[in-house]
């Protein structure tokens, strides 16, 4: 399952560069993974500083 970026991201665009394989960007709210592209490798969920990346959405 790839991962997702929850309500707690900040906008900050730490993530983006640290993808291996370019599948952040900035949505409208907040930056999105490609869910077809995503690895699953963690690399995004390691520096996001408000621990809004994870490997399921939180409810």
Known sequence: MPR????????CGTCEPQCPVNAISKGDERYVIAEDECINCGSCEAVCPSGAITETEEV
């Open 4 to 11: 997702v970026i929850g309500d707690k991201c900040v906008s």
